[in-house]
Nanobody, 125 residues
Framework: EVQLVESGGGLVQPGGSLRLSCAASEFTFNSRTMSWVRQAPGKGLEWVSDINSGGSSTTYADSVKGRFTISRDNARNTLYLQMNSLKPEDTAVYYC??????????????????WGQGTQVTVTS
């Protein structure tokens, strides 16, 4: 069974940092583009970032550009999201996902093959 398991969320003050991880198993992680998607309280899903299979190409939503960094370790089947200069509006459940081949900036399950259970990030003073 394919599993994507996120970790690293928590409570942080504005301006702080967190590093999210997503451990993947039972699929060919190193051949897939991977994504981070988030859902703020009372709002819809928002695509955050993509990284290609080799890690050489990344894209970001304008809302996080310059503050978040996506990366991956294919030897460890793990995806990361380094989040710096966090703002209260970054408060959300963060999901890692494997988009269907050919999809970019995929924000929902309809365009994803696999989806994690999410990790809560709360930014508050």
């Amino acid at each position: 069974e394919v599993q994507l398991v996120e970790s690293g969320g928590g409570l942080v003050q504005p301006g702080g940092s967190l590093r999210l991880s997503c451990a993947a198993s039972e699929f060919t992680f190193n051949s897939r583009t991977m994504s981070w998607v988030r859902q703020a309280p009372g709002k819809g899903l928002e695509w955050v970032s993509d990284i290609n299979s080799g890690g050489s190409s990344t894209t970001y939503a304008d809302s996080v550009k310059g503050r978040f960094t996506i990366s991956r370790d294919n030897a460890r089947n793990t995806l990361y999201l380094q989040m710096n200069s966090l703002k209260p509006e970054d408060t959300a459940v963060y999901y890692c996902a494997a988009p269907k081949p050919g999809y970019v900036r995929c924000w929902g399950r309809w365009c994803s093959d696999y989806w994690g259970q999410g990790t809560q990030v709360t930014v508050t003073s």
